[in-house]
């Protein structure tokens, strides 16, 4: 164990570093891009980026604290299920006809 | 499972009963109305005290669902309204523009999922069920959107969804910081740190998002105005005050000493400008359901405007009940008046206001019915609307706080200038019709006005019942209870 | 009875109103019986009370709505005096509005706003609480809206609009005034005047003006009143009952309650706001009357001569002597009496000839010459020729102004009377000594039992404004009446 991993407390915080800087791209993605579909994937870069820092964080110097992982679990199961929801309505606006009053939000980024 | 458990896992039931029988899984709501609207009252009446550990894991890793008074109330007005709104939604079902049997099927299932959530969200002490619970919700909210425009719905799924992810990145701050997520255990150990401020910014910038507070309520409008009438009630009934509870547990229960009254100004502030931006865009409005969308966005603002009035008070659970009171008649006299204007809109020419005439004479039950609930926004005796204002109005002026009476006085009037004018509108004579209207029959049966009348006349008759509501809504207040609840093991 | 009596007066008008809305309009002769049934037992429940309240009874229903505000229903002999006034005249305007209306459109939602009218007004006169006061001083405020609109076109539509934005921004004010006053002193009670030692005259001069500013908006109190003359699009009924009567006086009778029931003479007295109340009531007596002298539109002109008249009642309450309180308390019946017998006289002639401006009045004493009777008795009255009970009233203000001091007063009145007659006297010229025009045909005034329920209550007003008039020294009449209110408590 020590041989894999000698320091744990810094282990931790690379991830959780590593995952501030993803929830920053994502946001920033989400922020600049507007057609939904990378709106969707923006979000997903921010979702990654939570659960790196919700794991990280939760690794302590002696042992791995069992509770942020289950709720990172939970966590992804919440949102996979939300992309592909969010993912459905994508392509099912893509599909409707395009009336007057919902063409706005699936315009092609620019 | 004791009570609090079947709040939760019956609508659930329910919802998944209504996947397997599709079509036929709308008579459902015949059984679950009554079911659940049973269980509320005797939640209602409750011994106080009484909490339920899910699965016998105790704190700091089981979830603790509990019933304060906050609880109570929300979740018997969200079973009455619910209820209604289902009930509604079988005499007048929700198809939609394009009218599919499609679009009616998927309602069902929805409805209960938001129930489901919603109780579940009300009742939990636990900040990160509480994100599961607020998942459910707004995952059944988008949906119900979506309902009626897709793109709307798309914008809505968007941002709630970061919303969501800034929820959960504050939950794994407490959780690193803590290693508790129970509002009650964080209560005992908050410390006034980076991380803890950090963690409260950001859940609370996305609970705001949630609760459509201005100036994050731009989803909300769009989002109401296309969707069907009883998905439109579900959405500014239920959805928006998940986003309040939460934000209650946060501010007043787990992180009073954090709280400053810079930041609980801050969201007064943001509640009053609220309140008069939302009432202006209501009044700016020409089509009707935008206006009662826009009212939804100003009465949001109250609830908000109640926080520094509840932290700043010698004796709180006046402006307290005030503010809860406030949620549950804005729930009622919502819903019934998303309800009834579905109705109106169905009958009138257009969905103009000016094309209400003659509503008066064609439709009095369902003119009534939008009536009392626009006397019960608009803070008017009698009604549960003014109740609450009643309470809070006089936490405000005993604070000397001349700014937050002022919104909550000019706030009622500008409700009265924009939901008058839709109501003078049913009153104006049929356009192009001429002086012989009132010959004209009833264009749609008593029946389907009976249960916005019913949520209407609940927010009337709320007026009568202060005192026991109020007795209610102090029940396990934050600042009674210092000390830890320690809960019984469930059976 | 002792408690359940105040709340069976708000519940018979309940009632009718429950009535009125479910029955559809084609029984329209059921929905008739059920509103004259319940006004007529109202009535008598209100003579039992009147005898029980003499003899020394005070009713009181209370219930706790929110924690430490009562809701109040207490039947003291002031409440009382409105009461009986509210309950006689519902009757009369019942009987007057069924035969006004004859199977008019919307007639069900009509009656039933009418009777929760009359509720509220029956609930602001018992109210024993500020809190309860407001609640059914907004009450009047909502259930009126749909009245002024009844008739639904543009103009009606305006005139609610106005008649809301005045009321509602008044009642605002009101609210505002109760809750920082109950702030400071807990709860109001009308029986037991709060405690207001030790409290800055500053707030409480600001807290007077927040509470008879909203209250003055209903009271019609320059530069409040524009409500009024715009309300009268609403149809004769509701401007006879309502805008000469219920609301008007509702918020006369809140003034009289804030002077002599929450500050207390005394308060007032020393705080100096009687006289500024007093000129700004004067102001109103002598602008109302000039205004109402400019109106080419019968119903508009007495619209004018409502805001002047009303004021009366302020003046009394604000001159603060024992003689001017009687001259107001008792002026709230009279006017009340006589306002209506004119309201429903101007329906009357409209309704059956027409006739709405002034210039059409020539030879309407010919044609329709009981109304006309009962309207010159209105018009004699309101002037104060005596024996009409309208003289009474003005006879006990001045002796009260002398008493107070104020002698200017006196002077306010004597010149209202002037006006009042001038802008009263040509319509009884043009009416009664005029001949009618060549084109106007020949009715016959009493012809069908419509015409009579459609005139004889215009006749009984004025009778009874005789009566209140001649036999005032008797037992149980209005002047008697109030000298008990004023001994049990108002002449410290």
New interface residues.
Partial sequence: MELLAPEPVSAGHIYAVTGAILTALGFYAFIVRRHALRQLLAVNVVGAGVFLILGGLGRGPDAIDPMPQALVITGIVVAVALTAFGAAMIVRLAEAPRSPDQGKAGKPDA | MNLLGLLVAVPLGFMVAALLLRGSGRWLILAAAPVMAGLALWLALLPPGTTLLVGNWDL??GILLRADGVARLMVLAGALVIGAIGLHALVDPPGGKDGGAATAETFWPLLYLMWAGANAGFLTTDL?NL??TL?MVS?AA??LA?MG???????Y??IA??G??AY??G???L??NY?T?DVTLLAQVARLDLATVMALGLMTAALLIKAALFPMHGWLPPAHA?APAPASALLSAIAVKLGFVILLRLWFEAFPAITGSAALHVLGGLGAAAVIYGSIQAMRQDRLKPLVAYSTVAQVGYLFLAFPLVAGAVEPS?AWAGMTLHGVAHMLAKAAMFLAAGLMLKAAAGDRIADLGGL??AM?LTVTAFGLAA?SLMG???SGGF?AK??L??AA??QGAFLY?GVL?VG??LA??YL?RAL?AC???LAGAGPDT?SRGPVTGGVKAVAPLALAGLAIVM?????AL?DVSAIEVPWATPTVIQPEVAP | MMTFAPLLLVFLPLVAAAVSFALPERLSSWRNAANLGVAFTKLLVVAYLLNATEAGLVFEWRYEFLPDNDLVLRLDKLALLFVTLSVFLWLMTTIYAIAYFDRGPNLSRFFGFFNLCVLAATGVAMSGTAITFFLFYELLTLATWPLVAHKGDDKSLRAGRIYLSYTLAGSVAFLAGILWLQSLVGAIEFAAPPDLTGIPALTLTLIFILCIGGLGVKAAIFPLHGWLPEAMAAPAPVSALLHAVAVVKAGAFGIVRMIYDVYGIGTVADLGLGLPLAALASVTILYGSVRALMQTDLKKRLAYSTVSQVSYIILGASLIGPYAVIGGLVHLVHQGIMKITLFMCAGALANRMGIKAIADLDGAGRLMPVTMAAFSVGALGMIGLPPVAGFISKWYLGIGALQSDAAWVVAVLAGSSLLNAAYFLPLLYRAWLLPPPADRPAIRELATTRDRMLILPAAVTALVSLGAGIFASLPFSPLAWVTLIAEGGYLR
């Avoid at chain 2, 007026?463 to 005192?467: E, H, K, L, S």
Wanted: proline fraction near 8%; glycine fraction near 4%.
């Fill in positions: 700091p890793l990160f994100y599961v998942e995952l988008v949906a979506a425009s897709l793109a709307a719905a798309l914008r799924f968007m969804m970061l969501s992810l959960l990145l939950v794994a701050l959780v690193a290693n997520v296309a006046s008066a004479q009095p006397v008017l005796p009698p109740t009643f309470l109005l006089s002026i005993e009476a006085v009622g009037l009265a200038v008058f003078s009153f104006a004579p009132a007026g009568f019942a202060g005192t109020v």
